[in-house]
């Protein structure tokens, strides 16, 4: 206290005064706001004039919390409460204002702080606080450059409407900047599959800021068209559509068209997601289908009695219904398929040629309807390109006996994987060790179709499509270890392991699918590949090894798992 009253006065030993310095002396110790009352007396010594101040401290009696929000007068209270009664202390009050920054950013609150203290002298405190208002949130598109403006000075536009947006964010205007939120705000916007950047910038003070989003759209629309040329089917053309933001509120749609010389098959999708900001509607999708394509159950080693390859035909729907349930996303489905085997021209057939049932019916043609549910927990940090965490999917699918082959079976499947982040060499990019292991089981009538088909490029790599066996039950392990290739920012590499198992259960699928054909039930492999982001998405082709010695090389869209 000595030393504010001394930092304030003008007047000083060995300097000259007066008795209107005096008095001015006296206003700015008042002015300090730490004394109730203050005076000055002087007389003359022997060595000139001897001044004397005397002041009588504030005693502080109660605390005036203003412009605050999120601090609530409790804390306030708490902090200060070892001041109440007492003569005011300006190394007290520095330490409270230390202890409330603290909890502010304790609390998230990245903005708040104390901005004054100002007591009067009946004993008030009154602490005034800026915590980092919202005033308003804003969105700005960008391009590839990270500019606002395109060539010609023109705002960047975007397909995506504000309002659904703002629908999406936790924190809105007129509440207390938290950092948590904002990233929790920012994992949602990635999370709808949108955008490829979303960055933020804050325009403002601690008083009242501006939140502004910076976000550039992903290529929601495509229109692909290819063709191949096949032995079996000849000349194949394919046209597909898919559009993951119709009307600017994130529904999808998804149209697939395969058209040849003698089958035109389809699959189409329609998905509307569950939106958190309006809890009591579920998200929806409907689906209709019709495929028709060699058997990877029913291989070359055993054809139809007149020669063919086995063919399977699938010719339905699906209405599936979504919504989170304590952190999990749950969706409840009802599916109808009319499955058909046939031969190259279409006959439909009951057996193959060492007169092993193709159906549960035995008619070469069975009704399969089922109600499904399914169960996922993500915790990845990023959907399409995780560097770490998990994601959990547990199934189950009870089939409804009726219609041709009465199939009475439910189908179990647990699917887990785990992203580590590890450093095998510097790199500025993530390097990643996944691991996967799932499972399943079929209980009751399993026609043969509707077994667990191991091998190819989403299961053992090495091996071809259903290769390796086809079980009532199985078990697959894959490792991969994923990496940057420093020639290109868009390329990576990928060393990987997969291992499955039928876990002898092949013979108990009607007509032994796997088992008359030779499969060995189960299989090893291990390999290198590539990752190249394309406008497409990720494209990976992997080179497998299996443990019979044979190779294969795979190719995919996405990420094995």
């Known amino acids: 206290m000595q030393k504010i009253i001394g930092s304030v006065i003008k007047t000083q030993p060995g300097g000259d005064t007066s008795q209107t310095q005096l008095q001015r002396d006296v206003a700015a110790i008042s002015e300090t706001g730490l004394f109730a009352a203050a005076t000055v007396n002087s007389r003359d010594n022997e060595q000139g004039l001897s001044v004397v101040y005397q002041v009588k401290p504030i005693v502080v009696r109660s605390v005036n919390l203003s412009d605050a929000k999120a601090l609530s007068p409790t804390v306030v209270q708490k902090v ?81 409407k504000d309002e659904f947006l703002e629908k999406q964010l936790k924190l809105k205007p007129g509440q207390i900047f938290q950092e948590n939120r904002v990233r929790q705000d920012v994992q949602r916007l990635y999370a709808t599959g949108l955008f490829e950047r979303v960055n933020l910038e804050l325009e403002g003070d601690a008083n009242k800021v501006d939140v502004v989003y910076y976000i550039k759209e992903a290529g929601a629309r495509s229109v692909n068209v290819g063709g191949n040329y096949s032995p079996d089917q000849g000349i194949v053309g394919t046209v597909n559509f ?17 058209v040849s010389r003698r089958d035109l098959n389809f699959d189409t999708k329609f998905t509307s997601p569950y939106r958190a900001n309006n809890p009591d509607r579920l998200g929806y999708s409907v689906n209709a289908f019709r495929k028709r394509q060699l058997s990877s159950t029913f291989d070359d080693d055993i054809r139809l009695a007149n020669g063919d390859k086995v063919r399977e035909g699938k010719f339905g729907g699906s209405l599936n219904f979504q919504r989170p349930i304590d952190g999990w996303n749950t969706t409840l489905g009802f599916n109808y398929t009319r499955v058909s085997i046939s031969d190259k021209k279409g006959n439909v057939t009951a057996t193959d040629a060492q007169n092993n049932a193709l159906t549960k019916s035995g008619t070469g043609v069975d009704d399969l309807a089922t109600v499904s549910l399914n169960a996922v927990k993500d915790r990845r940090d990023n959907p399409f390109n995780p560097t770490k965490g998990s994601v959990l999917k547990l199934s189950t699918e009870q089939s409804l006996p009726f219609g041709q082959g009465e199939i009475s079976m439910n189908r ?22 996944a691991l996967n292991v799932q499972a399943g089981t079929v209980i009751g009538d399993l026609p043969p179709y509707e077994s667990f088909g191991l091998g190819g490029s989403n299961s053992v790599r090495g091996y071809g499509a259903g290769d390796v066996g086809n079980g009532r039950s199985y078990v697959l392990a894959s490792a991969e270890y994923r990496f940057p290739i420093p020639i290109l920012n868009s390329l990576g590499g990928v060393l990987f392991a997969d291992f499955a198992t039928d876990l002898g259960s092949g013979d108990t699928v009607v007509g032994d699918p796997g088992g008359v054909r030779g499969k060995p039930g189960e299989g090893f492999g291990y390999g290198a590949g590539v990752r190249l982001n394309s406008p497409l998405g990720l494209i990976r082709a992997d080179y497998g090894i299996n443990n019979q010695g044979d190779t294969k090389v795979h190719f995919g869209i996405g990420h094995r798992f």
């Open 80 to 160: 200060f409460q070892s001041q109440i009664g007492k003569p005011i202390s300006p190394s007290g009050m520095k330490k409270a204002v230390e202890d409330i920054n603290k909890w502010y950013s304790e609390n998230n609150y990245n903005l708040a702080r104390v901005t004054s203290i100002k007591p009067n002298r009946k004993g008030v405190l009154n602490i005034n606080v800026a915590e980092g208002l919202i005033g308003n949130v804003k969105f700005r598109y960008i391009n590839d450059d990270n500019k606002t403006v395109d060539k010609k000075g023109r705002p960047i536009k975007g397909r995506t």
């Open 242 to 258: 898919n559009d993951r933001n119709i009307g600017g509120v994130n529904d999808n749609l998804n149209v697939n068209v395969q």
């Open 412 to 433: 179990v499947k647990a699917d887990y994987t785990q992203f580590v982040p590890v450093q095998l060499f510097k790199s500025s990019k993530s390097q990643v060790f």
